[in-house]
């Protein structure tokens, strides 16, 4: 599916064809409008959503559900997002605030998206299980489960941010002229060899079969077809070759061996790469988000409605989301 293909069905895109998502955020192009679908399916998942909430009260607490959790997450992505954003720039990282705001956005869509899927569930409870302290808890957990893997959706997509070098500058510092640079040039470091008298023929690959002559069990390194360097373990350590010792072309000096090659970003291969702060950051900036969700939502609650209480646009703030939850836990 093309990354420029306009559809109504944006969240089908973000699940078959996440790459092109990702790519796209990377080259910044047509950010607007991608992110434009995304905020507008979003709105409407989490509108249908909760409705099926405040319908456990009354359909006017259904309509005002409707309403307030949409607003929920994106009042919520107002707060949040400069702090991804600043926590980025301090790190030496280079989204944009269109990168970041679209990568933020693939994870409410997804949250929301998943969360209306389990709304014919939610309603099934509804009409057959109609104990309040069991419904609320029900869609809490739906609403904590779809928000997991939406922030696992975010967390991949700047895990590729990562590997195009967004996060870490000075990876990306390695390509000259959009090319990535020439690997080092392979380096020699003396191994151990065992003292022998007698010299043993290594025939040299490329070169005619005539053997040449070099000490038995010393390491000797020879060029494959596609240029690697392999070269024979020896077991003991000896003095290095003397000074001006010349040796026929593919091979090295006795008692060398090639290092292991270098990649493109200047990283042998093979070795760890340590991950970039805005990553170990990231997880940070998602508890933070959590934590102003759940606050948030304690704040414009009511979004499902007591069935013992009149209606109302809001309840006086007392408590908080985390001693609520545990309340009813106890109850059930």
Known sequence: MSGDRPSPLVIERILRDRESIWQQIVAERDLNALTGRMLTSSAIAL???????????????????????????????????????????????????????????????????????????????????????????????????????????????????????????EAANAKVDGQAGAPAPVQAVPVAVPAGPTPAAVPVAGQSAEPVAVPAGAAVAESTANGAVTTAPAPAQVPTQPAGASFPPGILPPGYVAQRPWDGRGVRRGEPTQRPA???????????????????????????????????????????????????????
């Open 47 to 169: 509108a249908c959503y909760g409705a099926v909430l405040g319908f456990f009260h009354s359909p006017l607490m259904a309509l005002t559900s409707a309403l307030k959790l949409p607003l929920l997450f994106l009042v919520t992505l107002v707060i949040c997002l400069p702090t991804l954003y600043l926590f980025n720039l301090v790190f030496g990282a280079r989204l944009s605030v269109r990168q970041s705001l679209a990568l933020v956005m693939v994870a409410i869509t997804v949250t929301s998206m998943l969360a209306v899927a389990f709304a014919p569930i939610s309603l099934f409870f509804l009409i057959t299980a109609n104990d309040y302290g069991f419904f609320k808890l029900l869609n809490v957990s739906i609403l904590t489960l779809s928000a997991l893997v939406g922030l696992r959706f975010l967390t991949s997509g700047m895990q590729v941010l990562n590997d195009h070098g967004l996060l870490a500058p």
């Open 278 to 332: 805005s990553m170990t950051l990231l997880y940070i900036w998602i508890l933070l988000f959590g934590f102003v969700g759940t606050q948030l939502a304690w704040t414009l609650r009511p979004f499902f409605g007591d069935p013992g209480q009149d209606f109302s646009f809001f309840r006086s703030i007392d408590g908080n989301f985390y001693a609520e939850i545990l309340r009813i836990i106890g109850n059930l």
